[in-house]
């Protein structure tokens, strides 16, 4: 069982950057390539990004690449996403996940999710 907590959202000004921050508990995080994503209001939830379990592999959604970057310490269970040149369109909940397997089938954690705000 593993638990993912975000953290890190908040409100920004257009251009800014935020560093949201996902703790998770367990000793087999570093077995579990970790991702975000992101739901705005009356929208679907979709992907940002994610990472393998070294750190060595990252992918991103075109409409963040460039702008956000995952980085994963394993030594301390936690995934980051910073995010830079935020726009007004960035403003959903983010939401960290987990998957065992690599071409990411299946969610098998998601966190609780942590409001972005981005005002114009």
């Known amino acids: 069982q593993v638990q993912l907590v975000e953290s890190g959202g908040g409100l920004v000004q257009a251009g800014g950057s935020l560093r949201l921050s996902c703790a998770a508990s367990g000793r087999t995080f570093s077995s579990y390539a970790m991702g975000w994503f992101r739901q705005a209001p009356g929208k679907e939830r979709e992907f940002v990004g994610n990472?393998?379990?070294?750190?060595?592999?990252?992918s991103y959604a075109d409409s963040v690449k460039g702008r956000f970057t995952i980085s994963r310490d394993n030594a301390k269970n936690t995934v980051y996403l910073q995010m830079t040149s935020l726009k007004p369109e960035d403003t959903a909940v983010y939401y960290c996940?987990?998957?065992?397997?690599?071409?990411?089938?299946?969610?098998?954690?998601w966190g609780q999710g942590t409001q972005v705000t981005v005002s114009p």
């Open positions: 990472i393998n379990w070294s750190g060595g592999i990252t």
């Open positions: 996940a987990a998957s065992m397997t690599a071409a990411w089938t299946q969610v098998d954690y």
